[in-house]
């Protein structure tokens, strides 16, 4: 049973950046998709962006140019790194995975989820 653990959430004024963690344990398969997502207080959960176990990449459109997302394999962690953050990307970030190579953003294809992380961007 895979746990996934998000950290580096905070609070930055517009324009600022951010890095999110998320490290995996009890997952050692070689086929995997890791993402992030979010979910903003009465709106639905969106897909932010997701890398595989060959490191092909995925970014929504309301991140690309200002995300990146990146695995460290040795260490089971992936990193999300946000710049030019805009209030709304305020929401609470959660990572997800499952295993398979279909590059989806939809929440449904996960299956593990970590606790999530909040983002709080605001002068």
């Known amino acids: 049973q895979a746990q996934l653990v998000a950290s580096g959430g905070g609070s930055v004024e517009p324009g600022g950046s951010l890095t999110l963690s998320c490290e995996v344990s009890g997952y050692s398969y070689t086929s995997y998709c890791m993402a992030w997502f979010r979910q903003a207080p009465g709106k639905e959960r969106e897909g932010v962006a997701l890398?595989?176990?060959?490191?092909?990449?995925v970014y929504a459109k309301s991140v690309k140019g200002r995300a990146t997302i990146s695995q460290e394999i040795a260490n089971n962690t992936i990193h999300l790194d946000i710049t030019n953050l805009k209030p709304e990307d305020t929401a609470f970030y959660y990572c997800?995975?499952?295993?398979?190579?279909?590059?989806?953003?939809?929440?449904?294809?996960?299956?593990?989820w970590g606790q999530g992380t909040q983002v709080t961007v605001s002068s």
């Open positions: 890398i595989d176990d060959i490191d092909r990449v």
């Open positions: 997800a995975a499952y295993l398979g190579r279909t590059l989806s953003l939809l929440p449904s294809k996960y299956t593990y």
